[in-house]
């Protein structure tokens, strides 16, 4: 079953009796945008995240008067985190909403599905944190506003020799996420540049609970430090495991560890761990800090991770695209989307490359008394 969330922001108007019914007769046109997002599921924190941040842009845009005289209206769609659901979901946004772009996924497993969708039907995609290089490469309609996995594996090697001073790792990698595949890739080639050595090479599967038999495997190659490109899930059930197996070493990821969940399903296991991200809450800039209270009003409290501030930014420069476009038509907005340059985000400058990927620093988080922290920036 799939459930559509509508926003529509309308500023309070004051009206007559007439004008009520001529208004009921003559819905106002809005700027409709479909967002497609794992809502519900095994990561749902992923999809809540992204939706959250996208819900504040959409909100702070149509305060300010939405675009070209109209406000926008987000039509959000739950794929469950399942595989297969995202391509339907895009056709049924694009024909049946009648959205102008869609915005979405965070995994790129999911943004592989639909992007076929959105590319035929010349509807332009912005992805707010897929980084496998793959998911823009599906065609000229779809964007993206992190960066993506060779520099995201750059970095982490990087990180590894320089910081961890690892030398010889074990590598631990879900073979059925696309993700964790390229990820696993783009770490493995710089590190064995650097000189570094992939002491064990381990295998999963998403929703595989039981990790023993590869950290057994694992142990006796006495590596320095565990890489495991992956979602949090998972993530966190291998520390744990490591650690009840008396393998003490380091183990770090990638983007997809950043959840809560990571630290109340990891618990003291994940304690030490280290991870690359997009951005960190306690970052200084008063753009950051500004996002990070008005986020905070809007939802309990809540501080906003690294997948909320890129769904608002993926908003964000869809919002400014239309803008320059000063139409909603798919290729003149694609045309525009491509032609965005120092767009001042969130989590940090966004320019449109030629292959439609945006070049970033990377931020190293690590866990600490059961608390997510900023180590350091990486500059690409
Ligand atoms: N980069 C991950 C992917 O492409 C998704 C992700 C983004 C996870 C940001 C966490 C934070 O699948």
Redesign the pocket.
């Given at each position: 079953m799939i459930k559509a969330l509508r926003t529509l922001w309308l500023p309070a108007l004051a009206f007559t009796a007439f004008a009520a019914a001529a208004i009921a007769q003559t819905p106002a046109a809005t700027i409709k945008v479909g967002e497609f997002a794992s809502l519900t599921g095994k990561e749902a924190a992923?999809g809540q995240s992204s939706h959250k941040g996208t819900l504040l842009a959409i909100e702070e845009l149509n305060a300010r008067g939405g675009a070209l005289g109209q406000q926008f209206e987000l039509i959000t769609e739950d794929n469950q985190s399942k595989q297969g659901e995202s391509a339907t979901i895009a056709k049924k946004l694009i024909s049946r909403d009648k959205v102008i772009a869609l915005l979405g996924e965070?995994?790129?497993?999911r943004?592989l599905e639909a992007a076929p969708i959105a590319q035929n039907a010349k509807i332009p995609m912005v992805s707010?944190?897929?980084?496998?290089p793959k998911?823009t490469e599906m065609g000229s309609y779809i964007f993206r506003v992190?960066f993506i996995?060779p520099l995201q594996g750059r970095l982490l090697a990087k990180f590894a020799q320089n910081t961890l001073k690892a030398k010889r790792v074990a590598l631990l990698t879900s073979v059925s996420?696309?993700?964790s595949v390229g990820l696993a890739k783009f770490f493995k080639e710089p590190f064995i540049a650097q000189g570094g050595e992939i002491v064990i090479e381990q295998r999963f599967s998403e929703n595989d609970k039981d990790f023993k038999a590869q950290l057994t495997a694992i142990k006796p190659t006495k590596p320095d430090a565990i890489f495991v490109p992956g979602?949090y899930t998972e993530a966190a059930l291998i520390c744990k495991q490591a650690r009840d197996l008396g393998l003490e070493i380091p183990i770090f990821g990638?983007?997809?560890?950043?959840?809560p969940q990571l630290i109340e399903i990891g618990g003291k296991a994940v304690e030490g761990t280290y991870y690359t991200?997009?951005y960190s809450p306690e970052s200084t800039s008063p753009a950051v800090q500004k996002f990070v209270a008005d986020f905070r009003a809007k939802f309990a409290g809540e501080t906003p991770?690294?997948?909320a501030a890129?769904g608002y930014d993926s908003a964000m420069v869809l919002a400014d695209a239309i803008k320059r476009a000063n139409t909603t038509e798919g290729p003149k907005v694609r045309d525009a989307l491509a032609a965005t340059k120092n767009y001042s985000g969130i989590t940090g400058m966004i320019t449109i490359d030629a292959k439609r990927n945006a070049t970033k620093s990377a931020v190293v988080v690590t866990v600490k008394d059961g608390q997510f922290k900023f180590v350091e920036t990486i500059a690409p």
């Open positions: 992923f965070v995994a790129s497993g943004s707010p944190s897929s980084t496998n998911v992190c996995d996420s696309p993700y979602y990638g983007d997809g560890w950043e959840a991200t997009h991770d690294a997948m890129l």
